[in-house]
């Protein structure tokens, strides 16, 4: 809206009210209560149970869903639908207005003036948790796992909550970050961090839990790979999923394995070819013109023969 309204009329919607008191008061949570002092706006809420009192939001909640979420939309991300579905509403602001006669730009326009200034910088809603990893090195936040790195395991990390990422810190480092997770997903694994590190310790990685984590041809892999051979795979692998997903690793590694085990340059040559479009590009045969050669017969006839020729005796 380029601007904060005055006054903002809520629900009781459990993110800003913790409780219902006597006389119309409200118990608030701390993150509503900075929120409203960040912006400076009021704010008044409904009684409980009279959606009447909000009559139209509720009638513009409902065109919204008709006008741009209908047909059922597929949502993979959930920024990429918010910035769609503001390109839609900018567009529709152009319609006149059901009843005043003018489009709802010229009074948006107008409706500016009445509106405090937006701060400079944005509020940020985070919340922050002291969690414990497992022995894998992961957090659970609302019953989703997220990955930390193998050498915070059993150890406590600070874990920023965002409604569409989960950052994780060591001090004031982010060790990584997540897509937060809704729906079926239960766990996101990053696996630069235990690649990384494994890279540096490769005798160790048989006896980490992180390995058996591993996709199962990446296992295999490993175990038949020698020690400076294991190394660099392991750096290949951890340069490859900075970049991709371990899906696209699996695949380039697959490839080049037709042949047999193949080194990292293999992986890394197949990963480049498919990344480029190009796809795989096979063994060339190179064609062989030599010559025709007889028959070699061997035995004892063929060199009795020979002699014969020769006019030697057998007894010579």
């Known amino acids: 809206m380029n601007g904060v309204p005055r006054a903002i009329r809520f629900d009781n919607l459990s993110p800003a009210v913790k409780k219902v008191l006597a006389n119309g008061e409200r118990e608030l949570t701390e993150g509503f209560e900075a929120f409203a002092l960040h912006y400076g706006f009021d704010y008044e809420f409904c009684n409980p149970g009279a959606g009447n009192e909000k009559g139209h939001v509720e009638a513009m909640v409902k065109y919204v869903r008709n006008n741009f979420l209908l047909p059922e939309r597929t949502v993979y991300d959930l920024e990429a639908l918010n910035e769609s579905l503001w390109k839609e509403a900018e567009k529709d602001r152009h319609r006149p207005h059901y009843e005043k006669e003018a489009s709802i730009a010229e009074l948006h326009k107008e409706d500016l003036h009445a509106l405090y200034y937006l701060p400079e910088t944005s509020y940020e809603t985070i919340r922050y948790e002291s969690l414990k990893a497992d022995k894998y090195g992961f957090v659970t936040v609302d019953q989703k796992k997220y990955s930390t790195s193998p050498r915070f395991a ?39 961090p235990y690649v990384s590190l494994m890279a540096k310790r490769p005798t160790a990685l ?95 006839k063929q060199y009795n023969a020979f002699f014969a020729t020769e006019g030697v005796s057998d007894h010579a």
């Not at 479009?277 to 013109?289: D, L, N, W």
Request: glycine fraction near 6%; proline fraction near 4%; include cysteine.
């Open 154 to 192: 059993k150890q406590r990390v600070t874990v920023g909550v965002r409604y569409d990422c989960i950052f994780i810190f060591q001090g004031d480092d982010v060790i990584v970050s997540h897509r937060r997770m809704y729906g079926q997903e239960k766990k996101s694994m990053d696996w630069v």
């Open 206 to 300: 048989k006896y980490t839990t992180f390995f058996d984590q591993l996709p199962r041809p990446w296992q295999t892999c490993l175990d038949q790979c020698t020690l400076s051979e294991k190394k660099e795979a392991l750096k290949l692998l951890a340069k490859i999923l900075k970049d991709q997903q371990m899906d696209k690793a699996v695949e380039a590694l697959k490839t080049a394995s037709h042949y047999g085990h193949p080194s990292a340059d293999a992986i890394q040559q197949v990963y480049h070819q498919q990344m480029h479009g190009r796809g795989y590009r096979g063994t060339v045969s190179v064609p062989q013109h030599l010559p025709s050669m007889p028959k070699a017969h061997r035995g004892m």
